[in-house]
């Protein structure tokens, strides 16, 4: 078991940057492979980004390369997702996803996070 806990999401004009955090408690977070995915209203959960159990590897969707960098700190059992050049099409909740595999499809994930907002205005 793990737990997910997401954190940094917010308004912000089109063009500025966030930074999301996801902590992650209980099992060795080592083990897992982190993900973000993000869900916006009406759709369906959707891969943004994935990175792998030691940080060595990383893969984005298209709509966010260039864009966007995930990273993870085992020391202190957390992922980021740091986005810049922010989009309206960006606005939807973000969620942290963890698993033993990779996956780019929500339904292989095992864990969650609650999400954070993100709205970008226009």
């Known amino acids: 078991q793990v737990q997910l806990v997401e954190s940094g999401g917010g308004l912000v004009q089109a063009g500025g940057s966030l930074r999301l955090s996801c902590a992650a408690s209980?099992?060795?977070?080592?083990?897992?492979?982190m993900s973000w995915f993000r869900q916006a209203p009406g759709k369906e959960r959707e891969f943004v980004a994935t990175?792998?159990?030691?940080?060595?590897?990383?893969n984005y969707a298209d709509s966010v390369k260039g864009r966007f960098t995930i990273s993870r700190d085992n020391a202190k059992n957390t992922v980021y997702l740091q986005m810049n050049s922010l989009k309206p099409e960006d606005t939807a909740v973000y969620y942290c996803?963890?698993?033993?595999?990779?996956?780019?499809?929500?339904?292989?994930?095992?864990?969650w996070g609650q999400g954070t907002q993100v709205t970008v205005s226009s």
């Open positions: 996803g963890a698993d033993r595999e990779f996956g780019t499809h929500h339904t292989e994930y095992d864990y």
């Open positions: 209980g099992r060795t977070f080592s083990i897992y492979v």
């Open positions: 990175i792998s159990w030691t940080g060595g590897w990383t």
